[in-house]
C-alpha cells in the first residue's frame, strides 16, 4: 500500500501553496501578538497598572499557545500523513 495520493485531486499544488501561506501568515500575528502583549505588560507593570498588566499576560500565553500551535500544525499534519501511509 502506498501513501495517499495528493496528484489525484485537482488544485492540490495550490491548495498546499494556500495552506502554507496560512499557515505563515498565522504565526506572524502570533509573534507580533506577543511583541504588543509583552510591551503591553513591561508597560503597565512599571506604571502600576495591575490590572492591565494582569490582561498583558493573558495575551502573551495566549500568543505563545497561538504560535505553538501555528509552528506545529505542519509538522504533526506531516506525522499524522507518515504514519497513515505505515498503517
Known amino acids: 500500500m502506498g501513501g495517499p495520493n495528493f496528484g489525484a485531486v485537482g488544485g492540490a499544488d495550490d491548495l498546499r501553496a494556500i495552506v502554507g501561506a496560512l499557515l505563515t501568515y498565522g504565526l506572524i500575528f502570533a509573534v507580533l501578538m506577543l511583541i ?3 510591551t503591553t505588560w513591561a508597560l503597565a507593570a512599571n506604571g502600576g497598572s495591575w490590572h492591565t498588566a494582569q490582561k498583558a499576560k493573558t495575551g502573551v500565553l495566549v500568543a505563545l499557545a497561538g504560535a505553538t500551535l501555528t509552528g506545529g ?3 504533526w499534519a506531516n506525522w499524522l500523513l507518515d504514519l497513515g501511509a505505515h498503517l
Open 36 to 38: 504588543v502583549s509583552a
Open 73 to 75: 500544525a505542519l509538522a
